[in-house]
Protein backbone atom coordinates (compact mmCIF):
# COMPACT_ATOMS: atom_id res chain seq x y z
CA UNK A 1 0.00 0.00 0.00
CA UNK A 2 1.20 3.40 -0.86
CA UNK A 3 0.37 6.05 1.54
CA UNK A 4 -0.06 9.40 -0.07
CA UNK A 5 1.92 12.01 2.36
CA UNK A 6 -0.25 15.32 1.08
CA UNK A 7 -3.35 13.45 1.80
CA UNK A 8 -2.17 12.15 5.02
CA UNK A 9 -1.38 15.66 6.41
CA UNK A 10 -4.41 17.24 5.01
CA UNK A 11 -6.38 13.97 6.86
CA UNK A 12 -4.31 14.94 10.07
CA UNK A 13 -5.45 18.55 10.17
CA UNK A 14 -8.80 17.64 9.47
CA UNK A 15 -8.97 15.05 11.95
CA UNK A 16 -7.32 17.98 14.59
CA UNK A 17 -10.56 20.24 14.14
CA UNK A 18 -12.34 18.39 17.09
CA UNK A 19 -9.43 19.09 19.43
CA UNK A 20 -8.57 22.46 18.46
CA UNK A 21 -12.37 22.97 19.28
CA UNK A 22 -12.56 20.85 22.70
CA UNK A 23 -8.91 22.00 24.00
CA UNK A 24 -8.50 25.28 22.45
CA UNK A 25 -5.56 26.53 24.46
CA UNK A 26 -3.94 23.22 24.55
CA UNK A 27 -3.64 23.02 21.00
CA UNK A 28 -2.71 26.93 20.69
CA UNK A 29 -0.25 26.50 22.91
CA UNK A 30 1.22 22.75 21.30
CA UNK A 31 1.05 25.44 18.12
CA UNK A 32 3.31 28.34 19.85
CA UNK A 33 5.98 25.33 21.22
CA UNK A 34 6.03 24.33 17.56
CA UNK A 35 6.88 27.23 16.01
CA UNK A 36 9.19 28.38 19.23
CA UNK A 37 11.15 25.04 19.20
CA UNK A 38 12.03 25.22 15.05
CA UNK A 39 12.38 29.67 15.05
CA UNK A 40 16.22 30.42 14.04
CA UNK A 41 18.70 30.19 16.89
CA UNK A 42 21.59 28.81 17.40
CA UNK A 43 20.13 26.38 14.31
CA UNK A 44 18.44 27.56 11.64
CA UNK A 45 15.07 26.54 10.86
CA UNK A 46 15.72 23.82 8.10
CA UNK A 47 18.73 21.49 10.87
CA UNK A 48 15.46 21.89 13.49
CA UNK A 49 13.29 20.60 10.97
CA UNK A 50 16.32 17.91 9.72
CA UNK A 51 16.01 17.08 13.24
CA UNK A 52 12.38 16.65 13.97
CA UNK A 53 12.16 14.49 10.95
CA UNK A 54 14.54 12.21 12.74
CA UNK A 55 12.73 11.60 15.63
CA UNK A 56 9.77 11.36 13.84
CA UNK A 57 11.05 8.23 12.05
CA UNK A 58 12.64 6.88 14.73
CA UNK A 59 9.54 7.24 16.76
CA UNK A 60 7.49 5.69 13.35
CA UNK A 61 5.29 8.72 13.20
CA UNK A 62 3.69 8.84 9.79
CA UNK A 63 1.78 12.17 10.49
CA UNK A 64 5.71 13.40 11.56
CA UNK A 65 7.08 12.16 9.14
CA UNK A 66 4.41 14.28 6.47
CA UNK A 67 5.06 17.50 8.03
CA UNK A 68 8.07 17.87 8.71
CA UNK A 69 9.43 16.69 5.13
CA UNK A 70 6.58 19.14 3.86
CA UNK A 71 8.14 21.68 6.03
CA UNK A 72 11.93 20.40 4.78
CA UNK A 73 11.02 21.04 1.18
CA UNK A 74 9.65 24.63 1.91
CA UNK A 75 12.98 25.10 3.53
CA UNK A 76 14.54 24.25 0.73
CA UNK A 77 16.28 20.59 2.04
CA UNK A 78 18.04 18.66 0.06
CA UNK A 79 17.44 14.67 -0.86
CA UNK A 80 21.61 14.83 0.87
CA UNK A 81 20.14 16.41 3.59
CA UNK A 82 17.28 14.42 4.25
CA UNK A 83 19.82 11.10 3.84
CA UNK A 84 21.88 12.52 6.23
CA UNK A 85 19.12 13.01 8.52
CA UNK A 86 17.61 9.74 7.52
CA UNK A 87 21.03 7.80 8.24
CA UNK A 88 21.41 9.20 12.14
CA UNK A 89 17.69 8.46 12.76
CA UNK A 90 18.14 4.51 11.48
CA UNK A 91 21.46 4.44 13.61
CA UNK A 92 19.50 5.43 16.34
CA UNK A 93 16.46 3.44 16.25
CA UNK A 94 17.89 0.10 13.71
CA UNK A 95 15.72 -1.70 11.39
CA UNK A 96 12.54 -0.07 12.54
CA UNK A 97 13.93 3.54 11.46
CA UNK A 98 14.81 2.11 8.19
CA UNK A 99 11.83 1.26 7.27
CA UNK A 100 9.98 4.33 8.26
CA UNK A 101 13.26 6.31 6.92
CA UNK A 102 11.98 4.98 3.31
CA UNK A 103 8.24 6.56 4.39
CA UNK A 104 9.87 9.39 4.64
CA UNK A 105 12.08 9.13 0.80
CA UNK A 106 8.57 8.75 -0.33
CA UNK A 107 7.09 11.91 1.53
CA UNK A 108 10.17 13.98 0.63
CA UNK A 109 9.73 12.66 -3.17
CA UNK A 110 5.77 13.60 -3.21
CA UNK A 111 6.15 16.91 -1.80
CA UNK A 112 9.10 17.80 -3.79
CA UNK A 113 7.67 16.82 -6.78
CA UNK A 114 4.78 19.31 -6.22
CA UNK A 115 7.47 22.14 -5.44
CA UNK A 116 10.00 23.67 -6.77
CA UNK A 117 12.58 22.14 -4.62
CA UNK A 118 16.11 21.80 -6.91
CA UNK A 119 17.52 19.58 -4.61
CA UNK A 120 14.13 16.71 -5.66
CA UNK A 121 13.01 13.61 -6.21
CA UNK A 122 15.18 11.96 -3.89
CA UNK A 123 15.85 8.05 -4.26
CA UNK A 124 17.21 5.84 -1.35
CA UNK A 125 18.53 6.74 1.89
Given at each position: ?????????????A???P??K?V?????????????????????????????????V?A????????H?????????T?????????????????????????A?????????????????????
Open positions: MTTSYRQLTQDVVNLALHGPQVMKSFGEMGKAAIADGALDAKTKELIALAIGARCDGCIGFVKALVRLGAAAEVHEALGVAIYMGGGPSAMYASNVAAFNEFAALSSNPGAPASAP
